[in-house]
Nanobody, 128 residues
Framework: QVQLVESGGGLVQVGGSLRLSCAVSGRTVSSTAMGWFRQAPGKEREFVATITWNGGSTGYADSVKGRFTITRDNAANMVYLQMSSLRPEDTAVYYC?????????????????????WGQGTQVTVAS
């Protein structure tokens, strides 16, 4: 059974940084495309970042490009989202996700539909 557990969220000032972590069990991250999504109150869950199963490619939403970085540690079976230059509009619950699909183009992993497993989420609040 695949389980994803996010951590690292919290309250941060505008311009600050946070690193979110996703602990993965039941699946090795080295063989899995992983993604981060977020959902603000009253809004749909939206794509943030993805890293392909072999780590050869990453993709980001335009709104976070240049500020967020997705990485993974195969030995620890963890996925991370380093967030910097945070803005009030980054406030949301952030979710880690894992996909059973392999070999898709990176942009396909921008869609929630290709992800099969989701964590419970971690709250990020950026105070102005």
């Amino acid at each position: 059974q695949v389980q994803l557990v996010e951590s690292g969220g919290g309250l941060v000032q505008v311009g600050g940084s946070l690193r979110l972590s996703c602990a993965v069990s039941g699946r090795t991250v080295s063989s899995t495309a992983m993604g981060w999504f977020r959902q603000a109150p009253g809004k749909e869950r939206e794509f943030v970042a993805t890293i392909t199963w072999n780590g050869g490619s990453t993709g980001y939403a335009d709104s976070v490009k240049g500020r967020f970085t997705i990485t993974r540690d195969n030995a620890a079976n963890m996925v991370y989202l380093q967030m910097s230059s945070l803005r009030p509009e980054d406030t949301a619950v952030y979710y880690c996700a894992a996909s059973n699909s392999r070999g898709l183009s990176t942009s396909r992993y921008y869609s929630r539909a290709v992800y099969n497993y989701w964590g419970q989420g971690t709250q990020v609040t950026v105070a102005s």
